[in-house]
T-cell receptor, first 113, second 111 residues
Framework: DAGVIQSPRHEVTEMGQEVTLRCKPISGHNSLFWYRQTMMRGLELLIYFNNNVPIDDSGMPEDRFSAKMPNASFSTLKIQPSEPRDSAVYFC???????????FGDGTRLSIL | SQKIEQNSEALNIQEGKTATLTCNYTNYSPAYLQWYRQDPGRGPVFLLL?????KEKRKERLKVTFDTTLKQSLFHITASQPADSATYLCGTAGGSYIPTFGRGTSLIVHP
């Protein structure tokens, strides 16, 4: 079975540019999560969706970050404009319901120069 | 808000020994605690989930405990192997709680 698919795997861009990260959750999973992982802060939840509806976005750092889930099989995380401090690995995860284990993608390693 | 604390220092052990990793939470008792394994360049992979009313859970060489008095979960790997070397993450889950993860503990099993 295909797991959670994230693209791109790596992204290097200059500060000020718009960055779009993509995620395809596992089919049939109703909850989708976006995380950011850094050495300093570990794995931090940015936002999560339930049945395509954003439930909690309190982890989104600031207005430069936005996330959408237009349908059950696709989500995006956008950063505009990007800054060097946004450099991190961004993970997407999905789960059949919030009380079940999460399935993670292999992440997007983002470097903002 | 909930905070999950894991030992930031790497745990080095010899092959064949039991590895024990610690996870402490600071506030309310979560409905569940879950443990994940993460290899370099990969996403976390789920290992075990233990509920608040369970004291212990086992899966092959893995064992997890949940002590609500100590606000602690222990994760054990018996008969450890070099292939068990990875970073292990502890996190909360379930209900309306926002998922929260610790920073992970690196385990290194020496042959």
């Amino acid at each position: 079975d295909a797991g959670v698919i994230q693209s791109p795997r790596h992204e290097v861009t200059e500060m000020g540019q718009e960055v779009t990260l993509r995620c395809k959750p596992i089919s049939g999973h109703n909850s989708l999560f976006w995380y950011r992982q850094t050495m300093m802060r570990g794995l931090e939840l940015l936002i999560y969706f339930n049945n395509n509806v954003p439930i909690d976005d309190s982890g989104m750092p600031e207005d430069r970050f936005s996330a959408k889930m237009p349908n059950a099989s696709f989500s995006t995380l956008k950063i505009q404009p990007s800054e060097p401090r946004d450099s991190a690995v961004y993970f997407c995860a999905s789960t059949p319901s919030s009380n079940q284990p999460q399935h993670f993608g292999d992440g997007t390693r983002l470097s903002i120069l | 808000s909930q905070k999950i604390e894991q030992n930031s220092e790497a745990l080095n052990i010899q092959e064949g020994k039991t590895a024990t990793l610690t996870c402490n939470y600071t506030n309310y008792s979560p409905a569940y605690l879950q443990w994940y394994r993460q290899d370099p360049g990969r996403g976390p992979v789920f290992l075990l989930l233990i509920r608040e009313n369970e004291k212990e859970k086992r899966k092959e060489r893995l064992k997890v405990t949940f002590d609500t008095t100590l606000k602690q979960s222990l994760f054990h790997i018996t008969a450890s192997q070099p292939a068990d070397s990875a970073t292990y993450l502890c996190g909360t889950a379930g209900g309306s709680y926002i998922p929260t993860f610790g920073r992970g503990t690196s385990l290194i099993v020496h042959p």
